[in-house]
């Protein structure tokens, strides 16, 4: 091709390439599924100078009221609570999951959340089933 001043063109525009590079990128991240529910076991090494992961507590709210925190049961708010209290004092970042039965009646649910904000846990979740 020539341009309008007869010389040829020898340089090549990348401009539509980067973009085009872009915008696959972003779709790669946005559909990247980040769940670590379904990863593999590891047998991790030990290390002197390693720091602690994220704890967790899990909370279970059945449909009759019943609790257990990590599959452990537990009686009634007071347990809880003071089982909350001592884990938020060895672990202040912990997180809290509930995952409340969909027939565990709306107060028991709330009760349950109290109980934890109560004992100085702030970071809850709730978890859920995917839909079909």
Same mark, same amino acid.
């Given at each position: 091709?020539?341009?309008?001043?007869?010389?040829?063109?020898? %340089?090549?525009?990348?401009?539509? #390439?980067?973009?085009?590079?872009? /915008?696959?990128?972003?779709? @790669?991240?946005?559909?990247?599924?980040?769940?670590?529910?379904?990863?593999?076991?590891?047998?991790?090494?030990?290390?002197?100078?390693?720091?602690?992961?994220?704890? &967790? #507590?899990? &909370?279970?709210?059945?449909?009759? *009221? %019943?609790? @257990?925190?990590?599959?452990?049961?537990?009686?009634?708010? /007071?347990? #809880?609570?003071?089982? %909350?209290?001592?884990?938020? %004092?060895?672990?202040?970042?912990?997180?809290? /999951?509930?995952?409340?039965?969909?027939?565990?009646?709306? *107060?028991?649910?709330?009760?349950?959340?109290?109980? #934890?904000?109560?004992? *100085?846990?702030?970071?809850?979740? @709730?978890?859920?089933?995917?839909?079909?």
């Amino acid at each position: 091709m020539i341009s309008p001043n007869n010389a040829p063109i020898t %340089a090549i525009n990348v401009t539509p #390439l980067v973009d085009v590079m872009l /915008v696959l990128l972003i779709i @790669f991240m946005v559909t990247a599924k980040l769940d670590d529910a379904h990863s593999l076991p590891l047998d991790l090494p030990k290390a002197a100078s390693g720091s602690d992961t994220q704890q &967790v #507590l899990t &909370v279970r709210l059945e449909a009759n *009221g %019943a609790r @257990f925190v990590n599959e452990t049961p537990i009686p009634d708010a /007071v347990a #809880l609570r003071t089982l %909350a209290q001592r884990l938020h %004092a060895k672990h202040p970042e912990l997180r809290t /999951v509930i995952a409340a039965s969909t027939q565990a009646s709306h *107060g028991a649910v709330i009760e349950l959340l109290d109980t #934890l904000r109560l004992a *100085g846990i702030d970071k809850v979740a @709730f978890a859920v089933e995917r839909a079909p």
